[in-house]
């Protein structure tokens, strides 16, 4: 098992980091394009283990492009490029109902969908920074179980690396935010949620590198890190009380983007461990 990512991955993430940082990426893919952040995988022979990092990043600027998808798929589809890349998502309980991320961004290839969107899709933002295009569909071409890996265990690093920005923030605001005449931080009960949220992220941490290690599915670990970051965002929003909610602070958009990862990927692994009867 390899623990540790390559120092190329560790710097093109922390690059990636810089650039993210310094610009809001909503709707400008051809960013990402020019600079080659979408061909990672393929072209730069990085491996899943190397993309986590990657995709961490993702997560923790919440960037609202299909980056983490194109990774994932990009090995599969290279006829594709250098268009954007999605999925089409089929529900777990209603497989002729899917989601497909990103789905209304110009120009993007979806796997597993042939032809174009029907006219009764619909744009689900629950996540505004993870939006979703709603469509039924009486088929569709499953995606391959090695880009399925990929991709759950690629998402579910994105849900780490927004979960980890979120506890970082929760943490400076129980320094800073005063109550009954001490920083919030001083009470016992804000000290153990905090203490929880950490060990959450560290424990996602930890099952990420096992599922991306894995030349197999590695569902459960793919769930044990999604999970994690679910709880250490609800931890977060909960320290931040009411100002979390606020749209000026935003935790809650990260809160949703997480819980729209997760739901994607148990609908992801949930396809790809079914089995026609016989």
């Not at 153990?192 to 990420?208: F, R, Y």
Request: glycine content about 8%; overall charge neutral; aromatic content about 4%.
């Amino acid at each position: 098992m390899t623990a540790a990512a390559s120092p190329t991955a560790l710097e093109a993430a922390s690059a990636l980091s810089g650039l993210l940082a310094r610009a809001d990426m909503s709707g400008r893919w051809p960013v990402i394009r020019d600079g080659g952040w979408d061909r990672l995988g393929d072209e730069y022979g990085l491996s899943v283990r190397d993309l986590v990092e990657v995709a961490t990043v993702v997560g923790r600027h919440a960037v609202p492009l299909p980056l983490t998808a194109t990774l994932a798929l990009r090995p599969a589809v290279p006829e594709a490029s250098p268009a954007p890349l999605t999925v089409a998502v089929p529900r777990r309980f209603r497989p002729d109902r899917v989601r497909i991320p990103f789905g209304d961004l110009p120009g993007i290839h979806v796997v597993g969908l042939a032809g174009e969107l029907p006219p009764d899709a619909v744009v689900d933002d629950f996540a505004p920074t993870l939006r979703v295009v709603r469509v039924c569909l009486a088929s569709h071409r499953p995606v391959g179980a090695e880009s399925g890996r990929r991709l759950a265990v690629l998402w579910a690093a994105e849900a780490v690396g927004a979960a980890r920005v979120l506890v970082e923030r929760a943490v400076e605001h129980a320094r800073t935010r005063v109550q009954f005449g001490r920083p919030i931080g001083a009470l016992q009960a804000v000290k153990h949620l905090l203490a929880d949220a950490t060990v959450g992220v560290a424990e996602a941490t930890t099952a990420l590198v096992m599922a991306a290690n894995d030349g197999e599915p590695a569902a459960g670990a793919v769930r044990l890190a999604l999970a994690g970051a679910v709880r250490a965002g609800e931890i977060s929003l909960q320290v931040f009380g009411g100002i979390g909610m606020t749209w000026e602070l935003g935790a809650h958009l990260r809160v949703r983007h997480v819980l729209m990862l997760r739901d994607l990927v148990e609908d992801l692994l949930t396809s790809m461990e079914e089995t026609p009867c016989p």
